[in-house]
C-alpha cells in the first residue's frame, strides 16, 4: 500500500504542476511543494524508527523490505516542476540523506530547502510567514503516528491557498486508543482531542448501555464506533475548514484487510 500512496500522490502533482505551467493566470503563481515528515527520501516502513510512532512503539506494521521513493523524490522527479520545494524531517539522520537530494536534482538544488525542526512547530509558522498573494502549496503529511496536531491543520486551511494530503492514522493509532469496554484514560483521551481539534469525538464513538446485574441496572459508556464511523468523522472535521473535502479516501489495508491509514484530500 506504501506504493499505491505514492502513486495516487504523484498522478495528482503530475496534474498539479501542468495546470500551474499552462493556466495564463496560474503561471504569475509560485506553487510549491511541502513535505513535513520527508524522512530519509525513500519510504520503508522498516527504516523507521519505532520510536517514532508514539504512543504505540510496538504496533509497527511489517512492510515491503524493498526500497521505495519517497514522496519527496517523487515531488522531485515531477515535470513540469514546482518552483520550490520544503522538505521538513526531525530527524538528524534523515536529514542528511535528504542533503543528498541536492546532489542528485542539481538543477533544483537551489530551491530545496531542508529544515530539521518539529513539523507541527515549524509549519504553523511557514503558513503565517508566507506570502499567499502569490504562491500557493501542496503539503503532504505523511506521519509515523499521531504526530499532527488539528492545530496545524487548521493553520494550513486558514490562508486557502494549500491543498492538503494527510495520512490519517485509523487503525494505526486512533481505532486503538478507543477502548471498548468504556472511555479511554486521560492521557489518551487528549491525544483523541489533540488529533481531531475536539471533544466531540466522545459522543459521537460512545453511547450509554444499559445492565442488570445482581445490584440492579447499570449503565455504563462502551464504544460505537467502527472503522467507517471514525473515518467519516475525520471527514467531517475537514470539512469544517476547508473548501473542499475528497469525500472517500482512499483506506490503505493491511494483510488482514484491516484499514492501518485513510489518505485524505482536502483543498483550500
Given amino acids: 500500500w506504501t506504493q499505491e500512496k505514492l502513486e495516487r500522490v504523484r498522478k495528482y502533482l503530475q496534474a498539479y504542476t501542468t495546470i500551474f505551467a499552462s493556466n495564463p493566470r496560474a503561471q504569475n503563481l509560485k506553487p ?8 530519509s527520501g525513500y519510504r520503508t516502513r522498516n527504516h523507521r524508527k519505532p520510536t517514532s510512532v508514539g ?3 510496538e504496533l509497527v506494521e511489517p512492510d515491503s ?13 515531477v ?4 518552483k520550490g520545494y520544503l522538505f521538513i524531517e526531525q530527524d538528524p539522520d534523515y536529514t542528511c540523506e535528504l542533503y543528498k537530494l541536492k546532489q542528485e536534482f542539481p538543477a533544483k538544488a537551489s530551491i530545496i530547502d531542508i529544515v530539521e525542526s518539529d513539523a507541527n512547530t515549524y509549519l504553523k509558522q511557514w503558513c503565517l510567514k508566507t506570502d499567499w498573494k502569490s504562491t500557493r502549496a501542496v503539503v503532504f503529511l505523511d506521519p509515523y503516528g499521531m504526530q499532527v496536531d488539528w492545530a496545524l491543520i487548521e493553520a494550513i486551511a ?3 491557498a494549500i491543498d492538503l494530503w494527510i495520512l490519517f492514522p485509523i487503525g494505526m493509532a486512533v481505532n486503538r486508543l478507543l477502548t471498548t469496554g468504556g472511555p ?6 487528549k491525544a483523541l482531542t489533540r488529533i481531531f481539534g475536539t471533544t466531540d469525538w466522545e459522543s459521537a464513538f460512545y453511547g450509554t ?3 442488570q446485574d445482581l445490584f440492579g441496572e ?3 459508556q462502551v464504544k460505537q464506533a467502527d472503522f467507517n464511523k471514525i473515518g467519516q468523522f475525520f471527514v467531517d472535521r475537514l470539512k469544517t475548514i476547508f473548501a473542499g473535502v475528497s469525500e472517500r479516501p482512499l483506506p490503505l489495508m493491511n494483510s488482514r484487510n484491516n484499514p492501518l491509514y485513510l489518505l485524505c484530500f482536502a483543498a483550500g
Avoid at 32 to 39: K, L, T
Avoid at 79 to 82: A, D, R, S
Avoid at 184 to 189: A, S
Wanted: hydrophobic share 40%.
Fill in 209 to 211: 448501555q444499559t445492565k
Fill in 55 to 57: 504512543l504505540f512503539p
Fill in 65 to 77: 523490505q524493498a526500497f521505495v521513493k519517497g514522496s519527496a523524490r517523487i515531488a522531485l522527479e
Fill in 218 to 220: 447499570v449503565t455504563q
Fill in 32 to 39: 510549491i511543494y511541502v513535505d513535513a515528515f520527508a524522512g
Fill in 158 to 160: 486558514a490562508n486557502k
Fill in 79 to 82: 515535470n513540469p516542476p514546482f
Fill in 184 to 189: 479511554p484514560p486521560e492521557e489518551w483521551q
